[in-house]
């Protein structure tokens, strides 16, 4: 009997696409001359077990960071950091190197990361000699976060304001920004969960930052970019080194031995979306996957999709979430159940949604292939039809 | 033409047993099933591309912390946690949490890595309202860090000392503690190069850590283990969650998406050590591997080992360090690139000093074979013959 085919519908960790998988395991085994490069023979060494202050592993990382300028469109302006600990991590670096005392960091709050972010940035403000404020400047929380909401009209001064931090795309609700917003001040945008997906307007954040574990890689690597003349600036006494952006700046991103692995497979995925037409030819292969599912969606009626069709412009093209509706309110359980395990056995992994709100959750990121939407779709047109 | 063993002294990321090698090649293709155990069943997807809050990925996290209480001893009054950014970043973890102002954080200073660890205790000691002092209580450095310096007589108070650190190995001098010291203060243990090397009494560390990329896996996971009790003090206002141990382990270790492939490859090392006799049998072969290379270091009159015998129970079974010597002084430096040149051609990877201290260096880890000490060995000799 073949094995049936599966669609992995992660979240995070995510699919990444097949090749890289083929070329990350043969490094592990061997890695290859030149940086990993194609054909090139083997070093006889696995790269698990290279220093990371190795010919070889600097060639991996230097190119690696090349990359992210060439292929994401970070500008030289920006010095390129793959560090560790996650987008989490960067909730509290950013406030820690950042807010000075006195200052203001202002936040838009689209759920559940910004929600972190922001409490991080209050944390440390309650540390002794800080005390910044930290202002939420918008916020969809009343209506289950189904939209970005609209900045104020007037924002607070850019002298008292440290930065404004907005989450690009929301994984748990399924909202994204349509463009970076256009604002007089410092812009620090978490991209973790749609970075590499098309051109976004990475160059407008003074600070950018995204956990590799979508679009760009394995979990345990996380990019980050900042505006050179930031690392200028004077961080408030008591932040250690290894959580100063400078320090590891000045070592040209290798303070301490980063995740070898993440970093080689975050090339070599930068590779890959080069090889395919860049962040432009991924955009269009986005929007059509997107647009397949939102279709049944708005002409459905028994799924609704958590974000309304009057909000299309909020739609993430990375994470569709819907709920299913339609039945008696008593019976929307049982089916939401019934829907995820008939999904599940036909060989759509990942489907259940965040467990924080429930329903489902489809996460459609770069690797993923447009036949696996095409077969969710018609398996959910055929579900309806059958229910 | 056959190629050429080549034998990896690499100081870390370091050798690992070239099962280990397969086994996580092959999750990096497909992930067996029941947490990658052996001869099970793929599941179909990558390891790279399966979410963290899988059952998949659950199984192969509990068994990873399950395997370091069984195989490296940490008793279960200790928390176990697999986090990032290295053991520089518990240099900085350790007294933002644990470092209440007015109390004094304690070290020995063994070269390079404590020397960082105390400059961290000093930066989060700059910090508003921390304030807590940093005393170093004994140093070898007068003597270029060629042995562990014995600690003072008398040792500070105990109820204002927050912890006693120390580094039980030293990577770059070669210089090993021959049993944690036993005092009547709070032991923090840096175990990065020689954990899971010997019994070593981790028991006694109310706090330890240990970089993988030696003897327990890749780069870019971190193991700490840490008393329960010790989860429950207040920490100091101003620490954000992500820094904080007890928000880690109140998310049983999964706070937020960790290094999934770093603790897949941790536990297939663990397995290994447990099916190689565990830390007993790695202890007889690490000494012999050890004891041959000294035994040709005393009894050379062109290498001079770093830490002379008279030190001889500092010396590390990890890292052996050597300079040439012999020549006239003008030769020395000459002789040494030569030496360097001809291992590196004979297949002994890795054999540099580290860049802060020059000469020699042969790490000789866990997964190092018997055998490529022998032949390092009979080369040193040979060159020594001909020199």
Redesign the interface.
Known sequence: MA??R?F?F???????PPEV??R???A??ELGGDGHAKGAPGI???L???????QDFGMIHDRAVELVHEVLGVPKTHQVLLL??????Q??MVP?NFAAPGSTTAYVDTGAWST?AI??SQ????????GHETAVLASSKDTGYDHIPALPEHLPAKAATAYLHVTSNNTIFGTEYEAMPAVDLPLVVDASSNIGSRPMGLERATIGYA?A?KNLG????TLVWLERSWLEREV????????RYASHAAKGGL????????VL?LGLVLEWLRDKGGVAGMAERNQAKADALYTVLDNSDLFAPHVPKAHASSRSRMNVTWTLGGAAEDGREALTKRFLAEAGAAGF??IKGH?SVGGCRASIYNAFPLEGVTALCEFMTEFERRA
């Open positions: 094995a049936q599966i992995n992660s979240a995070g960790p995510a699919i990444l998988f083929e990350a395991a043969a592990v085994r006889g060494l696995s698990l077990e290279i220093s990371h202050r190795s560790q600990g996650g987008a989490t991590q909730f509290a820690m972190k409490k991080e944390a440390v403000a309650a540390g002794g000699g800080r956990g574990q394995p979990s345990g690597v408030p006494a008591g932040v250690p080194n290894i959580l303070l301490n031995t980063p995740n070898t692995f993440g497979v992994s990942g467990r």
